[in-house]
C-alpha cells in the first residue's frame, strides 16, 4: 500500500525526522486558510498530492507546466495551486493517461545546498533491509545506477540486530557529511530504519534529503509503501488509504480476496494459483497477445468469487477475449466447470470464452463445459488454449 508525501511527512516528524512544516487541502475553498498560516515573507512550495514520482518535471493536461512549485509570493502559490487542484498531472511514472490531482500539500521551501537521496528498501535476494544513498539526489535514482553505480552505497542491515551505529556512521561518511551535519544523518538513518521497521514498510525513499546553508538535514519528498501482508497489525496506516489512487476493479477484487492487477493488454485471464497466472501471462505473450490482466482467483474459488471476477474482467473495456485456466487440485475440475458456467450465465459474456481445464474430474468438467450450451471454446493445454484465445482475438478485431 502507498501513501501520500504529505501523510508521510506527517509520519517521519512522528519519529523525528526533520521535514518542512506543511498543510495539505482538497479543496479550493481551503487554498486562502491553507496560504495563511505563512509569513507574508515567506517562500512556499506548492506540491501534487498523487501516488506517483517525478511531478516536479510533469506536466498538466491543462498544458500547465509542473506539479511542484516553489513560489515566491502567495499570489504565486494560489494560482499554482488553482492550477493544479483538481487537474490531470502526467509525469514519467504515471503512463499517458496521468493522475487527477486530489490533493495538494502547502510547504515551506527550505534554502537547498545539496541534494543527496536515501533509501530503505527490502532487499529480496538476500532478505535484508537495505540502506541505499547517494550523493546524487533530486535525480533519477535509476539513471545514477545505470550510469554511475559508483556513486550508490549500499549498507545491508541485519534486522535481527537491526542499524548498527558503525553502519550509519559508513552512510554518513560516504555522503560525505562533516561535524554536526554527520551527527544529524547519523540521528536520522536511525530513526528511518525504526519507522521502517516498526511499520513494516517495504520502501521509505527520501529524494531529496538536503543540507541548508547551514548545514541541516531536511526531507524534501517522502515516498512510503507498507507491505499488503502486515497491514493487518497497523490500523493507522490502513486508515491512510486513499482510494481516489487505486484502480477501481483492483478495489473491487480485493473484496473478494482475489488477487487483481490491471494490465494495458486486451486478453483477460482467470487463473487458480499465482504461478500458473503468471505463466499463463508469458504464454499469451508468446502466442503475440497481450494479457489484460493479472487474476488469481485462489485455490479454493468459490461461485461468488467466480462470478466477481468475470465481472471484474468484463468491467475493463479494453478486454476482447477470455482464458480460463484451471488446474483442479484439492479443487475438483467439475466444481470449478459448474462455477464458470453458472457465472458465465449470470453474467453477460460477449467476447470469445477459451476455458483450459486440467487436473482432478477432468473428464466430468469437460462434458459439463460441453453440454452446458454456452459459446465457450474448450482447450487441451495450456499451449493450445493461449493460441485458441490470441486466434479469436486478433480475428475479431
Ligand atoms: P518529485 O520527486 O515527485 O518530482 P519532489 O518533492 O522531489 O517531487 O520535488 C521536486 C523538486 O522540487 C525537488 O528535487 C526540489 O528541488 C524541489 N522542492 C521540493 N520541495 C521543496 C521544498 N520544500 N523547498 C524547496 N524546494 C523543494
Ligand atoms: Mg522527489
Redesign the pocket.
Same mark, same amino acid.
Not at 510547504?107 to 527550505?110: D, G, L, Q
Given at each position: 500500500m502507498n501513501i501520500h /508525501?504529505y501523510q508521510a511527512k506527517e509520519l517521519f516528524a512522528s519519529y523525528g525526522i526533520p521535514v &518542512?512544516k506543511g498543510y495539505a487541502i482538497n479543496d479550493r475553498n481551503g487554498i486562502e486558510s491553507a496560504l495563511a498560516k505563512f509569513g507574508d515573507n515567506e517562500a512556499i512550495?506548492v506540491?501534487s498530492q498523487i501516488h @506517483?514520482?517525478?511531478?516536479?518535471? $510533469?506536466t498538466f493536461t491543462t498544458g500547465y507546466k509542473g $506539479? %511542484?512549485k %516553489?513560489c515566491k509570493t502567495k499570489e504565486d502559490a494560489k494560482a499554482a495551486a488553482e492550477a493544479m487542484l483538481g487537474n490531470i498531472l502526467v509525469?514519467h511514472q504515471t503512463g499517458a493517461a496521468g493522475r487527477k490531482v486530489n490533493t495538494l500539500y502547502f510547504? /515551506? @521551501?527550505?534554502k537547498?545546498q545539496k /541534494?543527496y537521496y536515501l533509501a530503505i528498501v527490502m532487499d529480496r535476494s538476500s532478505s535484508k533491509p537495505v540502506i541505499i544513498a547517494s550523493t546524487e $539526489? $533530486?535525480v533519477d535514482i535509476e539513471t545514477v545506477a545505470e550510469h554511475t553505480p559508483e556513486k550508490l552505497v549500499k549498507v545491508f542491515i541485519n534486522p535481527s540486530l537491526g542499524i548498527r551505529p558503525h553502519q550509519a556512521r559508513q552512510v554518513a561518511f560516504a555522503l560525505g557529511f562533516k561535524g554536526d551535519t554527520q551527527k544529524q544523518c547519523i540521528k536520522l538513518l536511525t530513526s528511518l530504519y525504526k519507522f521502517f521497521w516498526e511499520n513494516d514498510c517495504s520502501q521509505v525513499e527520501i529524494? &531529496?534529503l538536503?543540507t541548508t546553508p547551514e548545514g541541516n538535514l531536511v526531507a524534501?519528498?517522502a515516498k512510503v509503501n507498507f507491505d499488503d501482508n502486515a497491514l493487518y497489525r497497523h490500523e493507522k496506516i490502513v486508515a491512510l488509504r486513499d482510494f481516489n489512487e487505486e484502480d477501481s476493479k483492483e478495489i473491487e477484487a480485493s473484496k473478494f480476496s482475489l488477487s487483481y492487477i490491471a494490465l494495458d493488454g486486451n486478453i483477460a485471464c482467470m487463473v487458480n494459483g499465482a504461478g500458473l497466472a503468471m505463466s499463463t501471462m508469458d504464454i499469451i505473450k508468446q502466442h503475440g497477445g497481450e494479457p489484460a490482466n493479472f487474476l488469481d482467483v485462489g485455490g479454493g474459488a468459490t461461485e461468488a468469487q467466480v462470478t466477481a471476477a468475470f465481472n471484474i474482467i468484463l468491467s475493463d473495456k479494453n478486454v476482447k477475449g477470455i482464458l480460463v485456466n484451471i488446474f483442479g487440485g484439492i479443487m475438483k475440475c467439475d466444481i470449478i466447470a459448474n462455477g464458470v458456467i453458472a457465472a458465465a450465465r449470470n453474467v453477460k459474456i460477449s467476447v470469445p470464452l477459451v476455458v483450459r481445464l486440467e487436473g482432478t474430474n477432468v473428464k466430468e468438467g469437460k462434458e459439463l463445459l460441453s453440454g452446458s450450451g454456452l459459446p465457450l471454446v474448450t482447450a487441451d493445454s495450456l499451449d493450445d488454449a493461449a493460441s485458441k484465445i490470441v486466434k479469436l482475438v486478433k480475428s475479431a478485431a
Open positions: /508525501e &518542512p512550495v506540491k @506517483a514520482g517525478g511531478r516536479g518535471k $510533469g $506539479g %511542484v %516553489v509525469t510547504t /515551506e @521551501a527550505s537547498i /541534494e $539526489g $533530486g529524494n &531529496p538536503i524534501l519528498d
